[in-house]
């Protein structure tokens, strides 16, 4: 493998992941920000949302709209959010 195909591997990975950076916000601009980015995923997104706090009022929110996460503390005490579509936009829409 030579140094371009590493680059595309990178690429591809960071095009994989959004990157939502909301710690030390104030509410409500945290959840804003995360609804925000699920609307502009695109097929095979996930977001990593970085915050000072547990988002407890977040995760009904992203299963309401069919999603999965998964929470884990960091450094400083914050938390990466990693989520990820659990159905199709397509089933979303045609079940409601």
Same mark, same amino acid.
């Given at each position: 493998m030579n140094d371009s195909d590493n680059e595309g591997q990178a690429d591809a990975q960071s095009d994989r992941w959004v990157r939502?950076?909301?710690?030390?916000?104030?509410?409500?601009?945290?959840?804003? /920000?995360v609804l925000n980015a699920l609307f502009s995923l695109r097929p095979g997104q996930g977001i990593h949302f970085l915050i000072? /706090?547990?988002p407890i009022p977040l995760y +009904?929110?992203?299963?309401?709209?069919?999603? +999965?996460h998964h929470a884990r503390m960091i450094e400083d005490d914050c938390y990466e959010i990693t989520i990820e579509r659990l159905t199709s936009p397509d089933k979303l829409k045609n079940d409601g």
């Amino acid at each position: 493998m030579n140094d371009s195909d590493n680059e595309g591997q990178a690429d591809a990975q960071s095009d994989r992941w959004v990157r939502v950076d909301a710690r030390w916000l104030e509410p409500p601009e945290p959840m804003e /920000r995360v609804l925000n980015a699920l609307f502009s995923l695109r097929p095979g997104q996930g977001i990593h949302f970085l915050i000072h /706090r547990e988002p407890i009022p977040l995760y +009904s929110e992203l299963k309401l709209r069919g999603f +999965s996460h998964h929470a884990r503390m960091i450094e400083d005490d914050c938390y990466e959010i990693t989520i990820e579509r659990l159905t199709s936009p397509d089933k979303l829409k045609n079940d409601g």
